[in-house]
């Protein structure tokens, strides 16, 4: 009976499934790994088995020829494919190793997080071909006539099984084992081309990668190539500012590994490199600053490919770059200081910028102007303490991105904390009375109560730090009532912003050197017996 209640109950659940589209969750499978291979000089391809996250942290436990080493760079987070950058010269071309993924490698589906087994990495690099000669038995150097005996000679850069050559079509026997040097004969037939021959190589390592090579022979023993195209990523408007770059991808004519290119880009040499053996080869460009602008798209030109038989392709150009290059961030100079010292606390302040852009302040000093015109500039400064301002900065960020160089504004003491105020100069209105000379009489009176304050303040603070003597040495890093009292007796001088803590600092020293500068002391920074009769004095 329960049995049979059981099924009907079960099958009125499966029923409801079908019929309402309930959705049943399923079991969520942990990511694994389906392919761990070193796939480049410096590089490592995990492939999983779906999209992970996953950071540099995760890997640990190097082992074989990756042990040393260090992760620099984790590329394809948010995908199934990662490839790991390592530090160091270029791995063996046979190199092996493995790897011990952790936990903070999780499914993006469900953050399920990787087992965290140790990995094997297998050996993907494919082998290369590092020479290649080309030789005649013709006396003219020439393989045009029929007859003549062709000798090929190569090496690569490992071990490998079974190399093959054929010549026009025609496989030849081959001489030679490991990374060779590998030989081998042809001789030229009446069914030969004497103009281009082709030639092609293969050979697989002991992990059957498999390389190869095709060229064509011309009739004067050499390897003729070229190149097929020159593109970047650089193809669509817009401008390139300081620290933007152009990836460059250029495509021979026929596979090339061992390639030796030549070519710039706005004058900069490029560095070019390839990831697959020959079939592409990359380059950056990146803008610096001082690098030439280019008001309308500059494309590349003038490069050549060199292959490993010294055969020069023709010169090369792009033609897809659509952006523009501003390597310049505005320059900016001081044209009128600050007024020293400044009886108000916003003083204003002029300068000039070589472009339009944005203004950044930066140390003691800010201000509600934040753009910055082709020319001179008049800013007024924010409100300002009272004491010496000698770490404000400015510079100009351009409408491109680029921020030129950091102004140090010329330092200046602050003695008022009255702000300066523009008075109206209109008359006052007929229909209003005397309403314009009311404000105006009531901002006077402002003005006299603040300068009244400031007077009672400024009477009693020097007072108290001009009945002081100082009869000890002091320095950086000294304590005590008598390096408050100098704080005190620098504030009033108007050259030391700080707290009166007791303790020299470096604030201390840097006024102590402007009190000397100002009563024609050498600027040690330290309080001698000739500061001290200063002070006293």
């Known amino acids: 009976m329960k049995k049979t209640l059981l099924r009907t109950v079960g099958g009125i659940i499966l029923s409801l499934v079908i019929f309402f589209g309930i959705a049943v969750p399923a079991y969520a499978a942990v990511p694994n790994i389906t392919s761990a291979k070193i796939t480049g000089p410096n590089t490592v391809t995990l492939v999983f088995s779906e999209a992970v996250s996953t950071s540099i942290g995760s890997y640990t436990n190097l082992s074989g020829n990756l042990n040393g080493r260090n992760i620099i760079a984790v590329n394809g987070s948010g995908s199934n ?86 010549v026009d079509g025609h496989a030849l026997s081959i001489n030679g084992s490991g990374n060779g040097p590998f030989t ?8 030969d081309s004497s103009a281009s021959i082709p ?20 009739n004067q023993s050499t390897a003729g190539t070229s190149i097929a195209s020159i593109t970047s990523n650089a193809n669509t408007i817009g401008s390139l500012k ?18 030796t290119i030549s070519g710039s880009y706005n004058n900069v040499p490029l560095s070019w490199t390839t990831q697959n053996n020959g079939q592409t080869y990359n380059a950056t460009y990146t803008v610096i600053g001082g690098n030439n602008d280019a008001t309308s798209p500059l494309q590349i030109s003038n490069v050549t490919l060199t292959d490993v038989t010294g055969s020069v392709s023709a010169p090369a150009s792009g ?16 044209v009128s200081p600050v007024l020293n010292p400044s009886a108000n606390s916003t003083p204003s302040y002029v300068f000039s910028s070589s472009e339009n852009g944005t203004i950044t302040y930066g140390g003691d000093c800010s201000s509600g102007t934040v753009n910055a015109s082709a020319g001179n500039n008049t800013i007024i400064f924010n409100p300002l303490a009272i004491g010496l301002h000698n770490n404000c900065v400015i510079a100009v960020r351009d409408y491109a991105g680029n921020t030129g160089n950091q102004m ?28 314009g000379v009311t404000s105006t009489s009531a901002a006077i009176q402002s003005l006299l109560a603040q300068i009244a304050s400031l007077q009672n303040q400024s009477s009693t603070v020097p007072a108290a730090a001009s009945i002081y003597k100082f009869n000890n040495p002091l320095d950086l890093g000294s304590k005590g009532e008598d390096v408050r009292q100098l704080q005190l007796r620098l504030t009033a001088e108007g050259v030391y912003s700080g707290p009166a803590n007791g303790t020299y ?4 020293e840097a006024a102590v050197k402007h009190y000397q500068k100002a009563h024609g002391l050498s600027q040690l920074g330290n309080v001698g017996p000739g500061t001290r009769a200063a002070l006293n004095g």
């Open 184 to 191: 081998a004969q042809y001789t030229l037939t009446s069914n």
């Open 408 to 435: 140090l504004v010329t330092p200046f003491s602050v003695t008022s904390t009255v702000a300066s105020s523009v008075v109206p100069t209109s008359s006052p209105s007929t229909s209003s009375g005397t309403t």
């Open 505 to 508: 600092g470096p604030l201390t």
């Open 81 to 166: 494919t990662i490839n790991l950058t390592f530090d160091g010269g270029s791995l063996p071309a046979n190199a092996t190793g493995g790897l011990t993924i952790g936990g903070s490698t999780v499914s993006l589906s469900d953050n399920s997080p990787f087992g965290g087994s140790t990995v094997n990495i297998a050996d993907a690099q494919i082998p290369v071909l590092t020479s290649f000669t080309l030789s005649s038995n013709n006396v003219n150097n020439t393989l045009a006539g029929v007859g003549n005996v062709i000798m090929i000679s190569f090496t690569v850069n490992e071990p490998v099984v079974s190399p093959s050559v054929t």
């Open 242 to 259: 300081i620290g933007d770059s152009i990836y460059f991808t250029l495509t021979p004519a026929t596979i090339s590994p061992n390639a």
């Open 319 to 334: 033609n897809d770059i659509l952006r523009t290059i501003d390597a310049h961030g505005p320059l900016v100079s001081e």
């Open 199 to 218: 030639v092609a190589l293969s050979f697989n390592d002991y992990a059957n990668n498999s390389g190869r090579v095709s060229m064509i022979m011309g």
